[in-house]
């Protein structure tokens, strides 16, 4: 047993930021026109995704962040199709492990 340090939540579910952040952002293309909230869900899914890339690397994942900015302003607008393209183009930059110039 480790008793020499607190323990705080287990960021990311228990997988890296990057892994956590594709799965974030499928889920959110996946539920963001559902019925009941599903707009609601896929808009926070988004803000939380750039706000860990925002945290953790700002200058590295800037187009990254600026992606998700363009998708939840199409989400909130119901530009599902667009919302949905800008999704998947961040989570291909995210999949390159970079970010795009």
Known sequence: M????PKGPVLFGGSGMLEW????????GQILDNPGGGLLFATQSM??????LNESEPGRWEA?????GRAEAAAVNR???????LL???????????ARS
């Open 2 to 5: 480790d008793v020499l340090r």
């Open 79 to 85: 530009e599902q199709d667009r919302a949905r393209a």
């Open 64 to 68: 990254v962040v600026h992606l998700l």
């Open 47 to 52: 803000g939380q995704v750039k706000a860990a």
């Open 88 to 98: 998947e183009e961040a989570r291909t930059a995210l999949a390159g492990d970079g």
């Open 21 to 28: 952040a594709r799965s974030q952002l499928l889920l959110a």
